[in-house]
């Protein structure tokens, strides 16, 4: 069969506008036929569709499965997935579908012909000849003028002031932008569903958006009960839909209702992508018509947050997503997500920066009412080892009765087994933080000692940026309301039991209750909720109140 003579995608697409807008039907079956369409399946769901209108019942995949069981599923989620046609398109594809009917006729009676003469093959011949010259008589173009064509062109046009007045709006600094579409990826059990519930409960608590849909295709019921993410639907009602346990046609009726919806301050969350990908996501031609979806939703007015999987790492190869190329072309920002477990750091490297002022950002997850704490990244990055090795350098300068020079520093670490280069990395990146230098007389080197205020690694600080939620974050049966915020005693860590996480474990904070008088280090605890920008003293024992400005650790 000649290629030119079908197309199965004009075929699905018509299929799928009628399905939306049923009312079309009633025009289009004065035009096509149930033989017009090529594929089988097709021709069938096309002949299910005119009987339920002939018996007056609605043209839904609801119907089709049930009243004709033959359909088959996976021709209806193709057919679910397929961009709607505009009603000022509709009609040229149904022209061009027409078109390809009749050629694959004319074929077929030529090829018959040529085994037996007929007239009455002949007749037909021609009459379809005609008929098809007839639907091209349709297609052709009126000639316009200058005139019309300018004014065109001026209604679509930039206009140099709307373009001069742009400006990027944050959702989340250096992180989220709205009206964009933004890639998460990682590897599985990294925490990526964790910190988009978090993101997306603290922007509905901060009102920078008004409504948030999350489209989960990974976790099950159990798993959001064993995380608690249903309190979130308590806190914030139907300003939060969640989607789970759904199939790919349920999940695909919500899309595409989504598609003809005015999505001004919403984010959209798809968890994770390659759930709404029908067949492979290393080729483009089956990935990009879900990016396109992507595209038509950001149109609407949404913010798009997907999150993707990442391949695991080979020793001559390694990428930032799995997956076709068009992940990332269709994408106006994408971060990869990598998770410190020393220090309870969700850490977002960005690779790809489109919109925005964007940089690599850390957060640390808060179980007990799904919040993000903003870490400093070299905090954030900070490792039990570099821990010992920072309390080593500490302990060697206190007891060193001369300033040492850089060489002795670092033979100090080695020899105590730590890397020759980490250990390098550690005293450069603490000069100016927690100790200092000068230079000596001699060949200029340089000369080590602590900074006077710096007695122990425990009284050092980390600068941390506290969202202010302490008035507005959700009361779970495990965060009971206090007037005095205390610190948490430990790291917990609790299962990610997504459906297609290996089962990996995530590092959340604890979900115990708060402790009012725990004395406990920068590594072992997160200060709940505050609005100021501060430090923690971490010799500090005794209650501290919301409202306190505290000292943190600085490193």
Known sequence: MNKQNYNTNIEKSILSSILFEPQTLQDISKILHVEDFYLPTHQLIYDAMLKLNKQDLPIDEEFIKRKFPKVDDDAMLQILAANAISQVNLFSYIKELKKASIARQIHLTSLELQQKFDVKLIDKLNTLKDELESVDGFAKLKSIDDKACNDIFDKFDIVFDEIENVKFEYLMDNFLVKNEITMISARPGTGKSLLSVAAANMMLMQKNIEQVYYIDGDNSKSTLKDRNIHHLKKQHGTKFRYFVGLGKSELWQII??????????????????KNFISGDRDKNKDVSPVMEILRTLRNNGATVVFLHHQNKAQKDFTSDYAGS?????????AFTLKRNDDKNALILKLFKARAGDLQEIAFSYNAHNHTLTKLDLSYAKQTKEMDEMIEETVEFL????????????????TDLGYDKEKAAKVIKNNEG??????????????????????TSTKSRAVE????????????????????NIGLYEGLDVISDKSDNSENRNVLVASQNFPRENSGVTVTQSILANSGWKFSLNQNYTGPISAFEKIQMPIL
Do not use: C, H
């Not at 209702?257 to 001004?264: C, E, G, S, V, Y």
């Not at 190329?325 to 920002?333: K, L, V, Y």
């Not at 941390?464 to 007037?483: G, L, Q, V």
């Open 325 to 333: 190329s068009a992940f990332e072309e269709d994408t106006s920002n």
């Open 464 to 483: 941390t940026i506290y969202e202010d939620i302490a008035n507005t974050a959700p009361i779970s049966p495990i965060t009971p309301r206090t007037s």
């Open 433 to 454: 933080k927690l100790w200092k230098f000068e230079r000596g007389d001699r060949n200029n080197q340089k000369l080590y000692s602590l900074i006077e205020t710096t």
């Open 398 to 413: 206190k007891s060193s009765r001369n300033k040492p020079m850089w060489s002795e520093l670092s033979k100090n670490l």
């Open 256 to 273: 595409n209702a989504l598609k003809k919806k005015d999505l001004t301050d919403s984010l959209i969350v798809f968890d994770s992508i």
